[in-house]
């Protein structure tokens, strides 16, 4: 058996495609969508992802602005910041670039980020409310995996469902999302006793531990759907004998792809998606905004 490769980045198109209609219908109506992301300090890494935002918002058609704050600004700082986009109405939508400077607690700058401007679904809030099936936003990488699922056309009702990882943005949504269809959940963590009995018996395995190959083919059951989150920089040596950096993720694509029916690669699984997803929960945010305060 090989696994059916499940192509993120072409999903991701097919949905920005729908992104752009949403948009040029918002601003036909007089109305503008404006995204703005929140970055303390220059990591690289942010200042990277943050320009291929600003690029792909300019497609959409979505306004974007990147406010940046010093490294050394403290936590009532970033609180300050966030009230001010909270309180602009030309601001509709939110989101905070991590890792945020060391000593400053992520989740209580998320707390201060307005619900329903809260485009990555990351507040408290928004989260608690995924437990009830109301959430305002739900998290991005969450929605992004249902959405793969969901392409695959496998019937959750039933399904016995291993989430390897329960982090409160991505493992924990995830679980309660799937167990909102009916499917039979088992949730996986760091102190799990013998994880491969557990994950052998998965009907749709998703994976979001932060640990590079964790998963391999004896992990997997035959003809399960396998969905990888991991995202994880990894340095070997190649045949030359150079020092090489690359993308993986907490599955062993190759050895899973023999045992799976359809697996998500990395890069090119869910990371597309759940960009994707933002962009979509910022049309979202827009118009509750909108029937919030019409």
Not at 129 to 152: D, H, K
Request: with cysteine; aromatic share 4%; hydrophobic share 40%.
């Amino acid at each position: 058996m090989t696994a059916t490769i499940l192509d993120g980045t072409q999903l991701a198109e097919g949905i920005r495609h729908e992104v752009r209609q949403q948009v040029a219908e918002w601003s036909a109506q007089g109305r503008s969508i404006k995204l703005a992301a929140l970055l303390v300090g220059q990591p690289p890494a942010s200042l990277v992802y943050a320009r291929s935002q600003a690029a792909l918002c300019e497609r959409m058609g979505i306004d974007y602005e990147l406010v940046q704050l010093p490294e050394d600004t403290n936590e009532a700082g970033i609180i300050r910041c966030l009230s001010e986009l909270n309180n602009n109405p030309s601001v509709t939508g939110i989101m905070l670039h991590m890792p945020l400077p060391q000593g400053i607690h992520a989740p209580t700058i998320q707390y201060h980020i307005d619900p329903y401007k809260d485009v990555e679904g990351v507040n408290p809030a928004n989260i608690g409310l995924v437990f009830y099936g109301q959430p305002i936003i739900a998290p991005c990488t969450a929605l992004a995996v249902v959405e793969i699922v969901r392409q695959t056309e496998m019937t959750l009702r039933g399904a016995h469902a291993v989430i390897v990882g329960q982090g409160a943005i991505v493992g924990r949504p995830i679980s309660v999302f799937l167990i909102q269809q009916d499917a039979t959940i088992t949730a996986c963590n760091e102190f799990t006793p013998n994880l491969r009995e557990h994950t052998r018996k998965a009907d749709l395995l998703v994976v979001a531990a932060g640990k590079a190959g964790l998963i391999t083919a004896n992990h997997v059951k035959p003809g399960a759907v396998v969905i990888d989150v991991g995202i994880n920089r990894i340095t070997t040596t190649d045949d030359a004998g150079q020092k090489v950096t690359r993308t993986v993720g907490d599955v062993d694509f190759e050895s899973v792809r023999d045992v799976a029916s359809a697996i998500t690669p990395v890069p090119g699984g869910v990371g597309p998606v759940t960009v994707t997803m933002l962009l979509r929960n910022t049309v979202e945010a827009a118009r509750k905004q909108r029937a919030r305060n019409p």
